[in-house]
Protein backbone atom coordinates (compact mmCIF):
# COMPACT_ATOMS: atom_id res chain seq x y z
CA UNK A 1 0.00 0.00 0.00
CA UNK A 2 1.29 3.31 -1.06
CA UNK A 3 1.98 6.14 2.02
CA UNK A 4 0.19 8.66 -0.02
CA UNK A 5 -3.75 8.05 0.46
CA UNK A 6 -6.03 9.55 -2.00
CA UNK A 7 -9.85 10.04 -1.83
CA UNK A 8 -11.75 9.13 -3.76
CA UNK A 9 -10.22 6.90 -6.07
CA UNK A 10 -13.39 7.75 -8.39
CA UNK A 11 -15.09 10.77 -9.34
CA UNK A 12 -17.57 11.38 -11.79
CA UNK A 13 -19.36 15.02 -12.16
CA UNK A 14 -20.84 17.26 -14.45
CA UNK A 15 -19.31 20.73 -16.05
CA UNK A 16 -21.41 22.54 -13.35
CA UNK A 17 -20.08 20.77 -10.36
CA UNK A 18 -17.87 21.75 -7.53
CA UNK A 19 -16.22 19.15 -6.09
CA UNK A 20 -12.27 18.51 -4.58
CA UNK A 21 -9.75 16.06 -4.34
CA UNK A 22 -7.92 15.44 -1.13
CA UNK A 23 -4.29 14.10 -0.40
CA UNK A 24 -2.63 12.89 2.55
CA UNK A 25 0.73 11.83 4.00
CA UNK A 26 2.39 11.16 6.99
CA UNK A 27 5.95 10.49 6.25
CA UNK A 28 6.85 14.44 7.47
CA UNK A 29 7.22 15.30 3.81
CA UNK A 30 7.64 19.38 3.18
CA UNK A 31 6.96 19.07 -0.57
CA UNK A 32 3.54 17.75 -2.08
CA UNK A 33 2.59 18.16 -5.44
CA UNK A 34 0.10 17.44 -8.20
CA UNK A 35 0.03 15.46 -11.13
CA UNK A 36 -2.69 14.51 -13.88
CA UNK A 37 -2.06 11.83 -16.29
CA UNK A 38 -4.11 11.30 -19.42
CA UNK A 39 -4.29 7.76 -20.73
CA UNK A 40 -0.63 5.99 -22.10
CA UNK A 41 0.53 9.40 -21.17
CA UNK A 42 3.46 10.58 -18.15
CA UNK A 43 2.12 12.37 -15.60
CA UNK A 44 2.16 15.84 -16.13
CA UNK A 45 2.49 18.47 -12.92
CA UNK A 46 0.25 20.64 -12.27
CA UNK A 47 0.51 22.56 -8.52
CA UNK A 48 3.85 22.55 -6.30
CA UNK A 49 3.99 22.88 -2.71
CA UNK A 50 6.68 23.38 -0.36
CA UNK A 51 6.12 23.88 3.19
CA UNK A 52 2.53 24.68 2.36
CA UNK A 53 3.33 27.37 0.00
CA UNK A 54 2.10 26.97 -3.78
CA UNK A 55 6.01 27.38 -5.62
CA UNK A 56 4.54 26.18 -8.28
CA UNK A 57 1.77 26.44 -11.10
CA UNK A 58 2.24 25.14 -14.31
CA UNK A 59 -0.31 27.63 -16.26
CA UNK A 60 -2.90 25.48 -14.65
CA UNK A 61 -6.76 26.89 -15.37
CA UNK A 62 -8.41 28.29 -12.83
CA UNK A 63 -11.12 25.84 -12.88
CA UNK A 64 -8.49 24.20 -10.62
CA UNK A 65 -7.77 25.36 -7.21
CA UNK A 66 -5.51 23.44 -4.94
CA UNK A 67 -5.21 24.25 -1.03
CA UNK A 68 -2.88 23.36 1.69
CA UNK A 69 -4.08 23.33 4.84
CA UNK A 70 -1.24 21.60 6.92
CA UNK A 71 2.03 19.77 5.94
CA UNK A 72 0.30 16.59 5.84
CA UNK A 73 -2.98 17.47 3.59
CA UNK A 74 -3.41 18.28 0.00
CA UNK A 75 -6.34 18.91 -1.69
CA UNK A 76 -7.61 19.94 -5.16
CA UNK A 77 -11.03 22.05 -5.46
CA UNK A 78 -12.29 21.26 -8.57
CA UNK A 79 -15.11 23.65 -10.44
CA UNK A 80 -17.01 24.37 -13.65
CA UNK A 81 -15.11 21.50 -15.66
CA UNK A 82 -14.15 20.37 -19.13
CA UNK A 83 -14.99 17.13 -20.48
CA UNK A 84 -11.13 17.28 -21.36
CA UNK A 85 -10.30 17.44 -17.78
CA UNK A 86 -11.20 13.76 -17.31
CA UNK A 87 -7.91 11.88 -16.47
CA UNK A 88 -6.39 10.56 -13.51
CA UNK A 89 -5.25 12.92 -10.74
CA UNK A 90 -1.56 11.97 -8.91
CA UNK A 91 -0.79 13.54 -5.73
CA UNK A 92 2.86 12.99 -4.71
CA UNK A 93 5.22 14.00 -1.91
CA UNK A 94 8.76 14.51 -1.23
CA UNK A 95 11.10 14.66 1.75
CA UNK A 96 12.24 18.18 0.35
CA UNK A 97 13.24 19.52 -2.92
CA UNK A 98 17.06 18.66 -3.01
CA UNK A 99 18.67 16.12 -5.11
CA UNK A 100 18.40 12.59 -4.73
CA UNK A 101 14.78 13.05 -2.40
CA UNK A 102 12.00 11.15 -4.69
CA UNK A 103 8.68 11.57 -5.47
CA UNK A 104 6.19 8.95 -4.09
CA UNK A 105 3.11 9.16 -5.64
CA UNK A 106 -0.50 8.39 -4.64
CA UNK A 107 -2.76 5.31 -6.55
CA UNK A 108 -4.71 8.35 -7.95
CA UNK A 109 -8.35 9.52 -8.41
CA UNK A 110 -10.10 8.66 -11.54
CA UNK A 111 -11.95 11.74 -12.65
CA UNK A 112 -14.89 11.72 -15.07
CA UNK A 113 -16.54 14.72 -16.25
CA UNK A 114 -19.67 14.15 -18.15
CA UNK B 1 16.58 20.53 -25.35
CA UNK B 2 14.10 19.82 -22.16
CA UNK B 3 12.96 16.20 -23.84
CA UNK B 4 13.77 13.09 -22.82
CA UNK B 5 13.03 10.43 -25.09
CA UNK B 6 11.98 6.64 -24.55
CA UNK B 7 12.22 3.73 -26.24
CA UNK B 8 10.44 1.44 -27.21
CA UNK B 9 7.04 2.28 -26.67
CA UNK B 10 6.22 -1.40 -26.43
CA UNK B 11 8.35 -4.19 -25.71
CA UNK B 12 7.53 -8.12 -24.93
CA UNK B 13 9.63 -10.37 -23.26
CA UNK B 14 9.96 -14.15 -22.60
CA UNK B 15 9.92 -15.06 -18.86
CA UNK B 16 13.18 -15.60 -17.56
CA UNK B 17 14.61 -12.94 -20.22
CA UNK B 18 16.00 -9.47 -20.30
CA UNK B 19 14.08 -6.48 -20.91
CA UNK B 20 15.31 -3.18 -21.93
CA UNK B 21 14.27 0.22 -21.79
CA UNK B 22 16.45 2.92 -23.81
CA UNK B 23 16.20 6.64 -22.85
CA UNK B 24 18.37 9.49 -24.34
CA UNK B 25 18.13 13.39 -23.40
CA UNK B 26 19.97 16.70 -24.15
CA UNK B 27 19.94 18.81 -21.39
CA UNK B 28 23.46 18.64 -19.57
CA UNK B 29 22.12 20.49 -16.26
CA UNK B 30 19.73 17.53 -15.36
CA UNK B 31 21.47 15.93 -12.60
CA UNK B 32 19.14 13.37 -11.37
CA UNK B 33 17.41 10.29 -13.03
CA UNK B 34 14.53 8.08 -11.42
CA UNK B 35 12.78 5.24 -13.22
CA UNK B 36 9.42 4.85 -12.08
CA UNK B 37 7.56 1.36 -12.30
CA UNK B 38 2.83 1.99 -12.90
CA UNK B 39 0.79 -1.27 -12.88
CA UNK B 40 -2.69 -0.26 -14.42
CA UNK B 41 -4.32 1.31 -11.60
CA UNK B 42 -2.03 2.55 -9.55
CA UNK B 43 0.00 5.71 -9.29
CA UNK B 44 3.92 5.32 -10.37
CA UNK B 45 6.29 3.67 -7.71
CA UNK B 46 10.07 4.76 -7.99
CA UNK B 47 12.10 1.51 -9.07
CA UNK B 48 15.72 2.87 -8.93
CA UNK B 49 17.50 6.52 -10.18
CA UNK B 50 20.95 6.97 -10.58
CA UNK B 51 23.33 10.45 -11.06
CA UNK B 52 24.94 11.55 -13.55
CA UNK B 53 28.33 10.68 -11.73
CA UNK B 54 27.96 6.95 -11.42
CA UNK B 55 27.88 4.48 -14.32
CA UNK B 56 26.34 1.87 -13.43
CA UNK B 57 23.26 1.23 -10.36
CA UNK B 58 21.78 -2.17 -9.02
CA UNK B 59 19.39 -3.16 -7.17
CA UNK B 60 18.27 -6.89 -7.25
CA UNK B 61 17.34 -7.73 -10.85
CA UNK B 62 17.02 -4.14 -11.90
CA UNK B 63 20.31 -2.38 -13.16
CA UNK B 64 20.47 1.37 -14.92
CA UNK B 65 23.42 1.80 -17.00
CA UNK B 66 24.44 5.53 -17.45
CA UNK B 67 26.49 6.78 -20.03
CA UNK B 68 27.03 10.11 -19.99
CA UNK B 69 29.14 12.02 -22.81
CA UNK B 70 26.11 9.40 -24.91
CA UNK B 71 23.46 11.53 -22.38
CA UNK B 72 22.03 8.14 -22.37
CA UNK B 73 20.92 5.46 -19.86
CA UNK B 74 18.64 2.25 -19.88
CA UNK B 75 16.96 0.29 -17.25
CA UNK B 76 17.95 -3.29 -17.60
CA UNK B 77 15.27 -6.28 -15.95
CA UNK B 78 17.03 -9.80 -15.62
CA UNK B 79 15.05 -12.84 -15.36
CA UNK B 80 12.08 -10.86 -16.40
CA UNK B 81 8.83 -12.06 -14.81
CA UNK B 82 5.19 -11.65 -15.02
CA UNK B 83 5.02 -9.64 -12.56
CA UNK B 84 7.47 -7.08 -14.09
CA UNK B 85 4.52 -6.54 -16.35
CA UNK B 86 4.01 -2.67 -16.07
CA UNK B 87 5.01 0.41 -18.13
CA UNK B 88 7.95 2.16 -17.41
CA UNK B 89 8.92 5.79 -17.61
CA UNK B 90 12.09 7.34 -17.34
CA UNK B 91 12.67 11.11 -15.75
CA UNK B 92 15.38 13.56 -15.68
CA UNK B 93 15.64 16.10 -12.96
CA UNK B 94 15.34 19.46 -14.33
CA UNK B 95 14.95 21.61 -11.27
CA UNK B 96 14.18 21.08 -7.64
CA UNK B 97 10.48 20.18 -8.51
CA UNK B 98 10.66 19.40 -11.59
CA UNK B 99 10.87 16.18 -13.55
CA UNK B 100 11.15 15.96 -17.23
CA UNK B 101 9.09 12.49 -18.19
CA UNK B 102 9.82 10.30 -21.10
CA UNK B 103 6.95 8.89 -23.21
CA UNK B 104 6.56 5.43 -21.49
CA UNK B 105 7.00 2.05 -22.14
CA UNK B 106 4.41 -0.83 -21.95
CA UNK B 107 6.63 -4.00 -21.00
CA UNK B 108 4.60 -7.45 -21.24
CA UNK B 109 6.66 -10.68 -20.05
CA UNK B 110 5.22 -13.79 -21.67
CA UNK B 111 4.64 -17.10 -19.15
Known amino acids: DTEVTQTPKHLVMGMTNKKSLKCEQHMGHRAMYWYKQKAKKPPELMFVYSYEKLSINESVPSRFSPECPNSSLLNLHLHALQPEDSALYLC?????????????FGDGTRLSIL | QQQVKQSPQSLIVQKGGISIINCAYENTAFDYFPWYQQFPGKGPALLIAIRPDVSEKKEGRFTISFNKSAKQFSLHIMDSQPGDSATYFCAARKSNYQLIWGAGTKLIIKP
Open chain 1, 92 to 104: ASSQGIGLGQPQH
